[in-house]
């Protein structure tokens, strides 16, 4: 079993749905949560970054981790093309640390 | 600022061939790191450098090595390159070791094909 799943997708909504994104993990020594955003063909962008357990609202985006069932979701509202990409989680045990481990990444279609 | 920039873009080899992968940052970053990236497989570390002069073994270092030239430029080295590296190589740069709060930025890729 891989320490970080995450369904590859490819998921196809129409422009303006709410998107859910997923990762579950087996490791509860995670405490730091990253979701990136991958444009075909250039590297990753790191879009949210969350501490712990909670929330975390950015613009159109929100972060949402629940420790207890080792999950973690992004929530992408009114999505748009723009969106279109390669959605990658990653989570780190500690601040300081070089390993992160990363999900296979979810490829979101957003269609006009 | 340019941020990560990576050379070359692409790149195909034969099996036992050697290259080096250029990476370099002008964001004055001390940890720089090199991934590769297949499908299904995620992003792994090969070899990651925490600071100028300082470099450690990933997750994959086999078949590898890097060098910290400077504090902006950290290259790998395929030394004799087999099929098993064919892959998109990305270097990464953050102001420290990354984690939390610590982002890394990530250059464009390198797509090597060993044949």
């Known amino acids: 079993q891989k320490e970080v799943e995450q369904d590859p997708g490819p998921l196809s909504v129409p422009e303006g749905a709410i998107v859910s994104l997923n990762c579950t993990y087996s490791n509860s020594a995670f405490q730091y949560f990253m979701w990136y955003r991958q444009y075909s063909r250039k590297g990753p962008e790191l879009l949210m970054y969350t501490y712990s357990s909670g929330n975390k609202e950015d613009g159109r985006f929100t972060a949402q981790v629940d420790k207890s069932s080792k999950y973690i979701s992004l929530f992408i509202r009114d999505s748009q093309p723009s969106d279109s990409a390669t959605y990658l989680c990653a989570m780190s045990e500690m601040s300081g640390t070089y390993k992160y481990i990363f999900g296979t990444g979810t490829r979101l279609k957003v269609l006009a | 600022n340019a941020g990560v920039t990576q050379t070359p873009k692409f790149q195909v080899l034969k099996t036992g061939q050697s290259m080096t992968l250029q990476c370099a940052q002008d964001m004055n970053h001390n940890s720089m790191y090199w991934y590769r990236q297949d499908p299904g497989m995620g992003l792994r570390l090969i070899y990651y450098?925490?600071?100028?002069?300082?470099?450690d073994k990933g997750e994959v270092p086999n078949g590898y090595n890097v060098s910290r030239l400077n504090k902006r430029e950290f290259s790998l080295r395929l030394e004799s390159a087999a099929p098993s590296q064919t892959s998109v190589y990305f270097c990464a740069s953050s102001a420290a070791l990354a984690g939390g709060q610590n982002t890394q930025y990530f250059g464009p890729g390198t797509r090597l094909t060993v044949l």
């Open positions: 450098s925490a600071s100028e002069g300082t470099t």
